[in-house]
């Protein structure tokens, strides 16, 4: 990867200054980051493992010159994206979890970056991908468009977040037939903080719920042109071991969606 990223990372005095990182999320995700480690490399522990080779299956294309991570954590999306054939660079601005997939991946290149802000030049990459990160960056609108800045012609944004009708509201029960409940407004764009326990394993998450209007406005102020969008139902594999997921078959846990950075004359 060394020889293939030559030219696209800026030279240090024209990093962005660490003032204009998004330093709310990254002090919270600084704060959790052993937290998340163990929740993310827990094999089987969360919805990751029931909904990601999907995602990758079905949205993100076949690996080109290089694909960028946005809002990398401790890297197990860039790790299954490199066994998956993708040539990977991987940004996140929280340092613990930079130095965690360092550590666990020696051949892809992780920076420690924003993704408002990202240290490459414009056209460095053929697909982008944000997997569960545009709901927990500062500024999503602008890491859409930096996104959009750095994908070549043709390029594809791949994402994942969580549905905002998920984060709207919740089920009054863990049964597979609770009812869903919207207690506010789904329309409002508002912060989500809470602490979930499973296993002897704790995480706080703390991020924004935006409704899909918001992230539509983003991809469409970047100019890009949404390709896919899809609402997976939880597996059946995954109701079989566990009947109560079948919920997750009525309502959506996970929104997937491409959009293309258009070709000139398009």
């Given at each position: 990867?060394?020889?293939?990223?030559?030219?696209?990372?800026?030279?240090?005095?024209?990093?962005?200054?660490?003032?204009?990182?998004?330093?709310?999320?990254?002090?919270?995700?600084?704060?959790?980051?052993?937290?998340?480690?163990?929740?993310?490399?827990?094999?089987?522990?969360?919805?990751?493992?029931?909904?990601?080779p999907r995602f990758f299956?079905?949205?993100?294309?076949?690996?080109?010159?290089?694909?960028?991570?946005?809002?990398?954590?401790?890297?197990?999306?860039?790790?299954?994206?490199?066994?998956?054939?993708?040539?990977?660079?991987?940004?996140?601005?929280?340092?613990?979890?930079?130095?965690?997939?360092?550590?666990?991946?020696?051949?892809?290149?992780?920076?420690?970056?924003?993704?408002?802000?990202?240290?490459?030049?414009?056209?460095?990459?053929?697909?982008?991908?944000?997997?569960?990160?545009?709901?927990?960056?500062?500024?999503?609108?602008?890491?859409?468009?930096?996104?959009?800045?750095?994908?070549?012609?043709?390029?594809?944004?791949?994402?994942?977040?969580?549905?905002?009708?998920?984060?709207?509201?919740?089920?009054?029960?863990?049964?597979?037939?609770?009812r869903f409940v919207i207690?506010?407004?789904?329309?409002?764009?508002?912060?989500?903080?809470?602490?979930?326990?499973?296993?002897?394993?704790?995480?706080?998450?703390?991020?924004?719920?935006?409704?899909?209007?918001?992230?539509?406005?983003?991809?469409?102020?970047?100019?890009?042109?949404?390709?896919?969008?899809?609402?997976?139902?939880?597996?059946?594999?995954?109701?079989?071991?566990?009947?109560?997921?079948?919920?997750?078959?009525?309502?959506?846990?996970?929104?997937?969606?491409?959009?293309?950075?258009?070709?000139?004359?398009?």
């Amino acid at each position: 990867m060394g020889s293939a990223l030559v030219g696209t990372i800026r030279p240090v005095n024209d990093m962005p200054s660490e003032s204009d990182l998004g330093h709310a999320q990254a002090e919270h995700w600084e704060a959790e980051a052993a937290n998340w480690i163990a929740w993310a490399r827990t094999p089987g522990h969360d919805a990751y493992w029931d909904y990601s080779p999907r995602f990758f299956d079905e949205i993100v294309p076949s690996p080109g010159l290089r694909t960028l991570e946005i809002g990398c954590g401790e890297g197990r999306v860039t790790r299954d994206l490199l066994r998956r054939g993708h040539h990977m660079v991987a940004v996140d601005p929280t340092p613990s979890l930079v130095r965690a997939a360092r550590e666990a991946d020696r051949e892809s290149k992780y920076v420690l970056a924003d993704g408002a802000h990202l240290p490459f030049v414009d056209a460095s990459f053929d697909i982008v991908v944000a997997y569960n990160s545009l709901m927990d960056v500062d500024d999503m609108h602008a890491t859409v468009a930096e996104a959009a800045r750095v994908l070549v012609p043709g390029g594809h944004l791949c994402v994942c977040i969580t549905h905002p009708l998920n984060d709207s509201g919740t089920f009054e029960e863990r049964e597979a037939e609770a009812r869903f409940v919207i207690a506010g407004s789904y329309l409002d764009i508002h912060p989500f903080n809470a602490t979930f326990e499973r296993d002897g394993l704790t995480m706080t998450f703390r991020g924004f719920v935006y409704p899909v209007e918001a992230y539509s406005r983003a991809v469409e102020d970047a100019r890009l042109l949404i390709e896919m969008i899809r609402e997976p139902a939880q597996a059946e594999v995954a109701v079989a071991a566990n009947p109560a997921e079948r919920r997750w078959q009525r309502v959506p846990m996970f929104l997937f969606a491409r959009a293309v950075k258009p070709t000139v004359g398009d």
